[in-house]
């Protein structure tokens, strides 16, 4: 059986090997892959947090609340409320060591093949 490609997709549990410092994803929406990755590699282990960024301001705030939900201390997250295309938020900071994100898609579902 095919399995999907993805952050998991051959690895199950946690890991407790790897330590490091940010983690983010550039559209976010709720925050579950930010809180896959989370739960893969260990919260304690991504040292200086989470980072994401989400256009939609309900599914933003929906965000905010899945990290306290899932116990991710508010100083261990940062999720902004801006679009990433025109204002993306955090590259300033120190490089990312793991970027999570789901595909671009069209509103018919299907993935884009082209940005412009």
Not at 8 to 27: H, K, V, W
Not at 57 to 72: A, G, K, P, Q, S
Not at 105 to 116: C, D, E, I, N, V
Request: hydrophobic share 40%; charged share 20%; with cysteine.
């Amino acid at each position: 059986m095919h399995q999907r490609a993805g952050l998991g997709a051959n690895f199950r549990g946690s890991c407790n090997c790897i330590i490091l410092d940010m983690a983010t994803d550039p559209a976010c929406g709720s925050g579950s892959l930010l809180l896959k990755a989370a739960k893969i590699l260990g919260k304690e282990n991504v040292r200086q947090g989470f980072y994401g960024q989400e256009i939609n301001l309900t599914t933003y705030n929906l965000c905010r609340i899945n990290m306290f939900l899932h116990d991710i201390d508010f100083d261990k997250f940062d999720i902004a409320h801006e679009d990433t295309l025109v204002s993306p938020q955090h590259w300033d900071d120190e490089p990312f060591e793991v970027i999570v994100s789901n595909p671009l898609t069209q509103s018919s579902g299907r993935a884009m093949t082209t940005l412009f």
